[in-house]
């Protein structure tokens, strides 16, 4: 039997309908995945991000005192001399011009003849250039941290890292070793430990451009 335009007609809304229902299911499904994968990726982001250790230096309060205290109370750093035999290896080292090194080779005295040096002839001692063996190294995280070593007219820019960095530097005559913070790698601070043999000295939480002073002797 034909089916009548109503039925059809009938027919045809409800089939209209149920296809609507049906693409209001999937937008609904659709947008419900989409915030579920939105929440996770969020989630997901700041657990990395809290989770993840923060790339400078971090040193808490108690510590950063306790650096600062240590360091004041330091008594002279005992400086280990370069010997006769090792001056050429030390100031080729040094980064110095060929005019600087003939210049730091005519002014350099004999270790043997410093030892015969005694108290009478301070004035001559005073006036006798020798060099000492200095080390430099990255105490906290290796992020980048720059410093600037001075000592008797030389000057020498150091990026600190974890592995030990040695060199020669002239022996002050005032007694006295400047360093001076140039570069933050990371934030945090600038982070410098400092030997000469086996005598070491670990520097306060240094910032940009701060300068702190070493009262170092002879070894």
């Known amino acids: 039997m034909p089916l009548s335009p109503t039925k059809l007609l009938k027919d045809g ?53 306790q650096r600062l205290t240590e360091f004041m109370a ?13 001056v050429t290896q030390a100031i080729e080292a040094m980064n110095l011009s060929t005019e600087q090194q003939q210049k730091l080779r005519e002014d350099l005295t004999p270790r043997s003849v410093q030892k015969s040096m005694t108290e009478t002839n301070r004035n001559v001692k005073n006036q006798a250039l020798a060099l000492a063996w200095i080390t430099l190294w990255d105490t906290d995280a290796e992020d980048g941290d720059v410093v600037r070593i001075e000592s008797q007219g030389y000057s020498r820019t150091v990026v600190l ?40 000295a670990v520097f306060p939480i240094m910032s940009v451009g701060q300068i702190l002073s070493l009262k170092v002797g002879i070894n």
């Open 161 to 200: 890292t974890k592995k030990l960095q040695t060199f020669a530097i002239p022996i002050p005559s005032n007694g006295v070793i400047n360093i001076i913070g140039v570069q933050d790698g990371e934030g945090g601070g600038i982070t410098v430990g400092l030997a000469s043999g086996a005598t070491q």
């Open 74 to 86: 330091l008594s002279p750093l005992p400086l280990l001399t370069v010997k006769d035999n090792e």
């Open 13 to 65: 809304l409800h089939t209209q309908k149920k296809a609507t229902a049906i693409s209001a299911l999937a937008e609904g499904v659709c947008a419900t995945v989409l915030m579920v994968a939105l929440i996770t990726a969020i989630f997901l982001f700041r657990s990395n991000s809290l989770g993840r250790a923060p790339s400078g230096d971090v040193v808490n309060q108690a510590e950063q005192k």
